[in-house]
T-cell receptor
Framework: AQKVTQAQTEISVVEKEDVTLDCVYETRDTTYYLFWYKQPPSGELVFLIRRNSFDEQNEISGRYSWNFQKSTSSFNFTITASQVVDSAVYFCALSDNNQGGKLIFGQGTELSVKP | KAGVTQTPRYLIKTRGQQVTLSCSPISGHRSVSWYQQTPGQGLQFLFEYFSETQRNKGNFPGRFSGRQFSNSRSEMNVSTLELGDSALYLC???????????FGPGTRLTVL
């Protein structure tokens, strides 16, 4: 069975601090896809990044970076120099080849960045 | 390109009533997935439609149903509403397969 675990329920940081959001996943499939979404107070889920199971290259995009490690089944997300506008709930999600349109979400991590 | 749109944005119903929610996908996208978000259960997959056919279904009772039209627009119906159906209902569209899903703003349903 597929499962996504985000052990951190809430994180509070002060502006300009770096923060890492953890995500651990379980799947028996060899081909799968991992995602991070951001949900601001407005409610809409905003796509941030996608990683395929066969691509372990980590990525940096501006203040965001992602660390995908198949050996530990983890897909962590780091925000450097956090800003108040980063305050939101962040979701990690998983899908596989056989269930294309079905995303399995973690419980989400609520990030609060204080000025 | 216009994003995913959902109507209505807010809805208040009473127990026993039925409700229909609408979702218009991004132009060119043929897959529409629906999710329910509640504080207790988080984000849960309801079903996915692709080319007017239900391709995947989550673990929800038969009161939850959907359909997709030839223009890829999708509707979700909940019959005999219960208090526990109060939630944010999100739809997402994609090109199909394991493509990235893009979400709409959601419909917040309150059942009294």
């Amino acid at each position: 069975a597929q499962k996504v675990t985000q052990a951190q329920t809430e994180i509070s940081v002060v502006e300009k601090e770096d923060v890492t959001l953890d995500c651990v996943y379980e799947t028996r499939d060899t081909t799968y896809y991992l995602f991070w979404y951001k949900q601001p107070p407005s409610g809409e889920l905003v796509f941030l990044i996608r990683r395929n199971s066969f691509d372990e290259q980590n990525e940096i995009s501006g203040r965001y970076s992602w660390n995908f490690q198949k050996s530990t089944s983890s897909f962590n997300f780091t925000i450097t120099a956090s800003q108040v506008v980063d305050s939101a709930v962040y979701f990690c999600a998983l899908s596989d080849n056989n269930q294309g349109g079905k995303l399995i979400f973690g419980q989400g991590t609520e990030l609060s960045v204080k000025p | 390109k216009a994003g995913v749109t959902q109507t209505p944005r807010y809805l208040i119903k009473t127990r026993g009533q039925q409700v229909t929610l609408s979702c218009s996908p991004i132009s060119g996208h043929r897959s529409v997935s629906w999710y329910q978000q509640t504080p207790g259960q988080g984000l849960q997959f309801l079903f996915e439609y692709f080319s007017e056919t239900q391709r995947n279904k989550g673990n929800f009772p038969g009161r939850f149903s959907g359909r997709q039209f030839s223009n890829s627009r999708s509707e979700m119906n909940v019959s005999t509403l219960e208090l526990g159906d109060s939630a944010l209902y999100l739809c997402a569209s994609s090109g199909g397969g394991p493509d990235t899903q893009y979400f709409g703003p959601g419909t917040r349903l309150t059942v009294l």
